[in-house]
């Protein structure tokens, strides 16, 4: 009840507006315990960002994962701090290695021609559990933890609205998710 709040701008689909809004925090001179990156888009059609990414893939993934590295600084002197990246069951019906097992950058930010939703989707949540991973082997030592967590389909949102597919899958499973 004597918490101040205040709402800050972030748009995670620009690495500009990701870098302003990491800038405008740190002149605020706070400390930063906890950093929850549970943004999200599913089953968009493909889009590349002003970055000239594709879409998801920045939302998703990279947005965060530039936003961890901008305020890192800041999650060390604030220590003991957490940052928890929700990710997605999902994570386990994709691969983002080629055939000789390397990275494959195209798999992250595919072409138009190459993309389909639900892969894009679940290439990013794989990528959010790996940042995670190495973000916790690098930073707990300085008292900074970092976890990745599936939500669970606890709570119904609307982030299947893109497709009326996924709209009529979600329907079908909101019996057993739980409401606000």
């Not at 995670?132 to 709570?155: D, F, K, Q």
Request: proline share 4%.
């Amino acid at each position: 009840h004597k918490a101040k709040v205040e709402a800050m701008t972030l748009d995670l689909a620009s690495l500009q507006s990701v870098q302003h809004f990491a800038e405008a925090f740190k002149s605020k001179n706070l400390p930063l315990h906890i950093l929850i990156c549970n943004a999200a888009v599913f089953g968009a059609p493909w889009s590349l960002t002003e970055d000239g990414l594709e879409s998801t893939f920045q939302v998703n993934h990279l947005g965060h994962f530039y936003l961890v590295r901008l305020l890192e600084d800041v999650l060390r002197q604030s220590s003991p701090a957490r940052v928890v990246v929700v990710s997605s069951e999902s994570h386990r019906f994709t691969e983002i290695k080629d055939s000789s097992g390397k990275l494959d950058f195209n798999l992250l930010s595919p072409s138009k021609k190459e993309y389909w939703a639900m892969l894009a989707y679940n290439r990013s949540k794989l990528c959010n559990i790996l940042f995670s991973n190495e973000l916790n082997r690098r930073l707990s030592p300085h008292g900074v933890t970092s976890n990745s967590v599936h939500p669970g389909n606890m709570i119904y949102s609307s982030i299947h609205r893109n497709w009326w597919v996924y709209t009529l899958l979600f329907t079908l499973a909101r019996p057993f998710t739980k409401s606000m």
